[in-house]
Nanobody, 126 residues
Framework: QVQLVESGGGLVQAGGSLRVSCAAS????????VGWFRQAPGKEREFVAA????????YYADSVKGRFTISRDNAKNTVHLQMNSLKREDTAVYYC???????????????????WGQGTQVTVSS
C-alpha cells in the first residue's frame, strides 16, 4: 500500500523559512516523480514544484521560483521542499503527490499524479 505523509508545516512570519517533507512508503521511490501542490481557502489546488525520479529534473511554478527548492533523498524515500522568503500568499495546505516517472503529461498537472498525501498546513503571518 502506497503512503505519502507530509510533515514540517507550521506558522512562520513573512520573510521566514520553513521546510516541509514528504515521506513515501510502499513504492519503488526512485522511479517516481514527486510533486508539491498547495490549496488556499477558497482557491483551487495549484502546482508548486516537482522533481524527477533521480532528482536531475526540477520544475517550479513562477510564483515560487527563486524562493523554494525541491530536493529528494531516495535512500530515505523522502522529498523536501525548502521554502524561503515566505509571503502571506504562500499560506495554504501543502500536498505531495507521486506518479511513475514514465507517465506522460506536464509535471504541473495534478491529474498526472495517482498518489497523494493528506497535506500539511503552512501559515505565513505578516
Amino acid at each position: 500500500q502506497v503512503q505519502l505523509v507530509e510533515s514540517g508545516g507550521g506558522l512562520v512570519q513573512a520573510g521566514g523559512s520553513l521546510r516541509v517533507s514528504c515521506a513515501a512508503s510502499g513504492l519503488t521511490f526512485s522511479i517516481y516523480t514527486v510533486g508539491w501542490f498547495r490549496q488556499a481557502p477558497g482557491k483551487e489546488r495549484e502546482f508548486v514544484a516537482a522533481i524527477g525520479g533521480v532528482g536531475m529534473i526540477t520544475y517550479y511554478a513562477d510564483s515560487v521560483k527563486g524562493r523554494f527548492t525541491i530536493s529528494r533523498d531516495n535512500a530515505k524515500n523522502t522529498v523536501h521542499l525548502q521554502m524561503n522568503s515566505l509571503k502571506r500568499e504562500d499560506t495554504a495546505v501543502y500536498y505531495c503527490a507521486a506518479s511513475p516517472q514514465h507517465y506522460g503529461g506536464s509535471y504541473s498537472n495534478s491529474a498526472r499524479y495517482n498518489f497523494w498525501g493528506q497535506g500539511t498546513q503552512v501559515t505565513v503571518s505578516s
